[in-house]
């Protein structure tokens, strides 16, 4: 059975309106963290709202994101020349909206081979480097959403019963849940070909 669900993207735009319970709590915090991380205040609360304006836990969180960018050396990401493309995806154009929409045919993509090739390091920066393209898109075209469609089309059982790819896929969720709090996911999660 086919299945056509969406994964949204919601990124909040530069003329977010701050609520009165945020005041404060973004004044703190832009006090701390304003000589490592100088960026508008939109981009500060996103990682009190993923903290729920505790302040204390939102400058933890950055802070080990500045560490995970340096780390993984991020910021160098977008210049990096894969030597294969682990996992190809693509923009598709725009919706009427102006929404970008992003297609990901996770079915075609070989998890199980890259792992037992020892091709790990390599696949991850990969993601990491498409990550950042994901979410740095809808900055650059001045819109706050995208739409991300994952096409499992082929998508094996063997690819999903192999232990080492299922914790790739959940690295994956948990190194975006820790570094990209401007991107919200949707409940609804679109998914073509899915018949698992």
């Known amino acids: 059975m086919d299945y056509l669900n969406t994964l ?3 990124i909040p ?3 977010s309106i701050v609520e009165p319970q945020e005041v404060q709590p973004l004044e703190e915090f832009r006090s701390r963290v304003s000589k490592i991380y100088p960026l508008p205040d939109v981009k500060l609360l996103a990682w009190l709202r993923a903290r729920n304006l ?3 836990k939102a400058e933890q969180m950055l802070r080990r994101h ?13 210049l990096w020349e894969s030597p294969k493309s682990f996992f190809p995806y693509f923009h598709s154009g725009f919706d009427k909206e102006g929404t970008p ?6 079915g075609q993509w070989d998890l199980k081979g890259c792992i037992e090739m020892g091709d790990m390091v ?3 920066k990969f993601v990491y480097q498409t990550l950042e393209t994901l979410v740095s898109a809808g900055t650059l075209v001045s819109i706050y959403q995208g739409v991300v469609i994952c096409d ?6 063997s690819q999903i ?10 690295e994956t969720v948990r190194v975006f849940e820790a570094n990209y709090p401007e991107v919200e996911l949707d409940n609804g999660v679109f998914k073509i070909h899915f018949d698992y």
Request: no cysteine; net charge positive; proline share 4%.
């Open 101 to 106: 929409i992003f297609i990901l045919p996770i």
């Open 161 to 170: 019963a192999h232990r080492t790819v299922i914790q790739g896929m959940i």
């Open 66 to 78: 500045l560490i995970w960018r340096k780390n993984n050396e991020i910021g160098k990401l977008i």
């Open 54 to 56: 505790n302040v204390d």
């Open 13 to 15: 735009n530069g003329a």
């Open 8 to 10: 949204s993207l919601k």
């Open 152 to 157: 499992f089309d082929g998508f094996t059982y």
């Open 122 to 124: 390599p696949a991850l």
